[in-house]
């Protein structure tokens, strides 16, 4: 009688231990919002980046995705950078396209026409303990610049509004 019960106490036993073990590790997905303070005319982008987390050092691939509500026309530019949030510099050397240039791309793009590309950039080796990761569309040249969309990635302690203000 005995050993039924130890058998049966095994058993719970690993019934219980099963269940309270995680069946799937969670992957924690980074999430692209759109960066605060612009106008409401000015859209965020989705964008997933593979892989992801990123590899400082490391090529990643992003797929930027989006719909706007102003025209993208030549010489319309495309920005993805990793930016220092104390400093409010750019962490390397950020990539900077033409959006009419992009292979597959057709402009002028309508306004509420959905845009999508795919690009490729290495992530720096070195980060701050605060950056963001930044990517936006715009129009124009500096100081005569109008944002057309954009969204960030905010790691380290860090709040929104520390997302830089390239636009004003």
Partial sequence: MNRI???????????????AAPLELVKRETKFSPCPGLPPDVVGLDVKMT???FVPGQEETFDIKGTLK???????????????????????IPLVVDICTIPGVTC???????FSTTQKYTAPKDLPQSYV?????????????????????IFGPSDSS???????
């Fill in 133 to 153: 990761i930044l990517v936006a569309m715009q129009h124009g040249t500096p100081p005569n610049v109008e944002a057309l969309a954009c969204s960030a990635a």
């Fill in 108 to 114: 002028p793009i309508k306004a509420g026409t959905a």
């Fill in 70 to 92: 102003k025209d993208v026309v030549a010489g319309d530019l495309l920005g993805l950078g990793f930016i220092d949030l104390v400093a409010q510099a750019p962490i390397g």
């Fill in 5 to 19: 019960f130890i058998l049966a106490f095994v058993l719970f036993a690993m019934l219980f231990a099963v269940n």
């Fill in 51 to 53: 892989p992801d987390p």
């Fill in 162 to 168: 520390a997302v830089p203000d390239f636009w004003s």
